[in-house]
């Protein structure tokens, strides 16, 4: 019997998604990439954007259809606001949070279906059914009833609790050289615009015991990029009582000394961290352990204190100004990426104005520039959405001239060098392959071994456009080596 999953959002939810595999191939099911072929269907859901809620809604009517003519069973999972939570359980046949994962096999066992090989039987007696009595058939009698969330829990659980049951579930990892460790679920912080308080409940640090475990276990097998995963990873810690566990800094820094003690090379990266818990010693530890990747990522949102304030951000432009300055002083050859928000409620040409002059100061070599769309549950649902999508696509496409524009400088600034990169697979181009550098540029170069994929190479730059680089593979050492 088979399942497949469809992933939606942040690489937090590509990391929980790869926990549900794991559960799902404990159970005896097989993956497969045809929806159509599958048993069970799921949906590791993104809240954050109204765009990745139509595409749930999409899908289930979709598999609904399908019932009419073979045994399903279709659950959601992920990021789910509990008014999107009320309206999934109509739709849906399993409705939980990543906290009640390792309860997934006693959900499905209250459908009747123990094994696979029960599914099996089931849908054998359907077959048969349709053969046998197709025009006397009552299909209602063939559905299975929805499930009942065990140990009399609320409809509308807290998301947060229980969360340290689902990270004692080794992932089933997506790649054989690139993987995520979860370091922390939820966030304090409210940001007006932002549902992941509503979806993933307050702040819960994973133990650093059992990160360093998952951290050695992934560096031992072979693994050279990982990053770790929260919502707010630099306030990991703060949740404890004071002196019950590290801080950020402090994780960093067991990380970094294992890094220097292992013959095995690897990079580490982390996301997101919250410019408000930014602290020096933070980028001091990053500057002094060679395997923490210089590359950051601080989200800004936008270039405008009054907006920022609007947003509930807690951090100024000139605090965020200060972080970078720390960042170029002690990490010179790092790169910067960061999240922008553009056309959030009341935003006026000023404030993008200011926006754009934030990327034009920070020379950011990526962000990701969002046009906001409310979200029930988060405070600005509440608010007027008052800013025309034409509108918002303007804004969009001007800060995105101004990212180009600052990406091809430093782009350009590697022709001539000779930069490591991690190769992650074959290029859109033909007989290509593509591959990040230490700071998370893209590098394509000529090449069609395979054998490339997942390992450290050398490519000398001779080209560069926006957001990315071409080069040719180095075969042996040369000099004038950086880091990009």
């Not at 800094?249 to 818990?277: C, Q, V």
């Not at 230490?438 to 590098?443: L, P, R």
């Amino acid at each position: 019997m088979k399942y497949h999953i469809v992933q939606l959002g942040c690489q937090m939810n590509i990391s929980d998604g790869e926990r549900v595999q794991k559960v799902l191939d404990k159970m005896g099911f097989e993956p497969t990439d045809r929806e159509e072929e599958a048993n069970l269907l799921g949906v590791i859901a993104c809240s954050v954007r109204q765009k990745a809620i139509d595409k749930v809604y999409s899908r289930i009517q979709k598999w609904n259809k399908w019932k009419n003519k073979k045994n399903l069973i279709t659950f959601v999972t992920g990021c789910v606001l509990p008014a999107d939570r009320e309206k999934f359980l109509k739709q849906f046949d399993m409705v939980f949070t990543m906290s009640e994962l390792p309860e997934l096999p006693e959900m499905v066992q209250q459908y009747g279906i123990v094994t696979p090989a029960g599914m099996q039987s089931l849908d054998k007696e359907w077959q048969e059914m349709e053969l046998s009595e197709k025009e006397n058939r009552n299909e209602a009698a063939f559905r299975l009833d929805k499930a009942v969330l065990p140990h009399g829990k609320e409809s509308v659980p807290h998301p947060e609790k229980g969360i340290e049951e689902f990270w004692h579930i080794t992932p089933k990892y997506g790649s054989g050289y690139e993987a995520y460790i979860p370091i922390q679920n939820g966030c304090n912080k409210f940001c007006t615009y932002c549902a992941v308080p509503y979806t993933r409940g307050r702040e819960v640090s994973r133990p650093s015991g059992e990160i360093m475990k998952e951290l050695k276990d992934l560096v031992g097998k072979g693994y050279k990029s990982i990053t770790l995963l929260g919502q707010n990873v630099n306030s990991y810690g703060l949740d404890k009582e004071e002196g019950k566990e590290v801080s950020f800094a402090g994780l960093l820094r067991m990380i970094g000394e294992f890094g220097n003690h292992t013959p095995e090379k690897f990079w580490l990266y982390f996301t997101s961290p919250h410019p408000r818990d930014m602290t020096d010693e933070v980028i001091e530890v990053i500057a002094q352990y060679p395997c923490l990747a210089r590359q950051i990522h601080l989200p800004i949102q936008s270039g405008d204190d009054t907006m920022l304030v609007h947003m509930n951000r807690k951090h100024t432009v000139q605090q965020y100004r200060r972080i970078v300055q720390t960042i170029r002083r002690l990490i010179p050859e790092a790169t910067l990426f960061t999240d922008i928000i553009v056309g959030f409620t009341g935003e006026t040409e000023e404030q993008n104005e200011n926006t754009r002059k934030a990327i034009a100061e920070f020379k950011f070599n990526m962000a990701y520039i969002a046009q906001y769309s409310p979200r029930p549950g988060a405070v600005s649902s509440r608010w007027s959405d008052d800013i025309p999508k034409e509108v918002k696509k303007v804004r969009y496409h001007m800060l995105t001239d101004e990212l180009m524009k600052h990406s091809l400088t430093y782009n350009q600034s590697l022709i001539g060098k000779t930069v490591e990169v991690l190769v992650r697979g074959k290029d859109r181009k033909n007989d290509y392959l593509s591959a990040l550098t230490e700071g998370k540029i893209i590098v394509r170069f000529a090449s069609t071994d395979k054998k490339l994929i997942g390992q450290f190479v050398k490519v000398k730059i001779h080209s560069a456009v926006p957001f990315s680089t071409e080069g040719e593979l180095v075969v042996k050492e040369v000099p004038n080596l950086v880091n990009a």
